[in-house]
């Protein structure tokens, strides 16, 4: 499980944009999406950089988390 801390997130639109921009890469991942605290947690076989660049592409400041 990889958790990242995203800036810019604040609806459900946000949760099924980056939801559907890491499954389009791995189809298998699984996203959680913590509105509130502003983290990402993906469990997935993506590294770390191609799952920050998704989220860069999406428009969401993101970086490594605990």
């Known amino acids: ?3 990242f ?3 810019g997130m ?3 639109h946000c949760v099924a ?3 559907r921009a890491v499954q ?3 189809s298998a991942a699984q996203v959680q999406v ?3 605290g502003g983290r990402v947690s993906i469990e997935s ?3 770390e950089t191609e799952l920050l660049r ?3 592409d999406e428009g969401y400041a993101a970086q490594r988390g605990s």
Request: net charge negative.
């Open 17 to 19: 944009a980056i939801t």
């Open 45 to 47: 076989v993506l590294p």
């Open 24 to 26: 389009a890469l791995d």
């Open 34 to 36: 913590d509105l509130p």
């Open 5 to 7: 801390n995203v800036q």
């Open 54 to 56: 998704v989220l860069a």
């Open 1 to 3: 499980m990889q958790v």
């Open 10 to 12: 604040s609806c459900q």
